[in-house]
């Protein structure tokens, strides 16, 4: 059965692409989980779409249009956030629905059919390229550098900016290079999970973690795990079940959140019940 | 004696809009000085001059230079302003104030934890060492902030109301321990509560756009009006002669 499995080159490029976008999406996922921007998270990836339209329009590489569109919506909103020119959620809210107007117009406007709309909204892992493999591969070495060199001064940032800003003249710097990161992150995993299912891709693992620990140093490398197991089961289910791989990816993640929050649940319960029977034994 | 910190006549404030006026302190190893005035008087404003996180528009702030470096700061921001959800352990919110001296990689070696769980064991929060921030309660978390000031041996000590949102023994418990560090550190605390700091403080600065400084830890009514600091209204109610007299 396994020999099937990697008897087509683009399964094993598939297979490839999940390890690289666990340890993208275990690594930027916590980063926004932790500091809450999933919201702007969730922004940046739908902005994207515009870039993905003028791609097509324009005759370029669509990834590269949605990471510019990315990127750029990312410090777009962390300026216009940062300088209290507006609400940070409100300005989402517009970039949000700007960049996928731009795009369903500019797909509209590109003479012919367009193939891969589907893809580009729900994922297909399966049509991964090389090109994307060292994209994605360049993003994740990207990440582990970055969040391994500065850990404590990004994690002590997010925490308290006010205090981080006695013994560094760069917060502002980090809060900019962080965003592009992300941005940039985000957008390169669309073609694993999609414009709208990348995100919870991001999200879901994290989650799971943080059910059991509040630690930001164990959480980082526990989501990679999480992550890399449910994308991968994901992964293989849809390939024997014949079914999306994107949407198997997400229903997995779901699955084993809800799961862990059970074991969480009963956890407690058994916690509580020993305490109980320690207070009555007293 | 040289004083550790020096201001001079300095006008600060945010965009356009003054917040301190032509203000000038000078403070020394053994200060404990109480900062008190109005809501929006300037009190943060000042600490955050001290800290460098607003520079002076006209005047200048100076710190002591030993052995060719400025003295350490330690500094307690108000309470609101860390997110209490991010998920990081006390050890670690401890050690970020040791950050200054680290350089952007942060670096921590043996020593740097060996202070940390003994700046903890003093503060009475070892137990707490590897507990999420985020669970704490609101009297613990100031001691881990007090624990993050003082890791780096600071011979200025900056408080931002330390005691709001926190319950009375807690209040007692937190300047019984500071008090011990009086004459070991100078200590600069912004707070509402006149009467109950009049108890520990040796001095009092009272900030209302311009500055004050009362060389006396005993304050009457009449000079706070005198200093135009409208203080009492706020701090004690209708009895506060009785109250600032207690440690007569």
Known sequence: MLHDFFEYGFMVRGAVAVLLSSICAGIAGSYIVSRRIVFLSGGITHASFGGIGLGHWAGFNPVAGAALFGVASGLAAGYLSGKRKMSEDSAIGIIWAFGMAAGIILIHMTPGYAPNLMSYLFGSILTVTRGDLIALAVMALLLVLYFSLFYRALVYMAFDEEYARTWSSSVDIFRYISIALISLTVVLNIRVAGVILVLSLFTIPPNVVMLFTNDYKRIVPASVAVSFTSVAAGYTLSFYLGIPTGATIIITLVVIYLVCRLIRAIINRLGERSVLSLNSKK | ME?????????????????LEDISLKVYADD??????????????????????????????TLLRENGRKINVGYMPQMSQADPHFPLTVTDVVMSGLMSGKGITGRMRRRD???????????????????????????????????????????????????SFTDNEFEKGFYEKLYEYRGRVAIIMVSHDLGTISGYVKSFACVNRTLHYHRSAKISEEQLRAYGCPIQLVAHGDVPHTVLKRHE
Not at chain 2, 47 to 60: C, E, H, Q
């Open chain 2, 3 to 19: 004083p550790l910190l020096k201001i001079e006549s300095v006008t600060t404030g945010y965009e356009s809009r003054a917040v």
């Open chain 2, 32 to 61: 404990f000085i109480g900062v008190i005035g109005p809501n929006g008087g300037g009190k943060t404003t000042l600490l955050r001059l001290i800290m460098g996180l607003l520079r002076p528009w006209k005047g200048s702030v």
């Open chain 2, 113 to 163: 934890r060996a202070r940390a769980s003994s700046i903890m064991d003093e503060m009475g929060i070892a137990h707490l060492s590897s507990v999420s921030v985020g669970g704490l309660s609101g009297g613990q978390r100031q001691r881990v902030f007090l624990a993050r000031a003082l890791i780096g041996d600071p011979r200025l000590l900056l408080l931002d109301e330390p005691v």
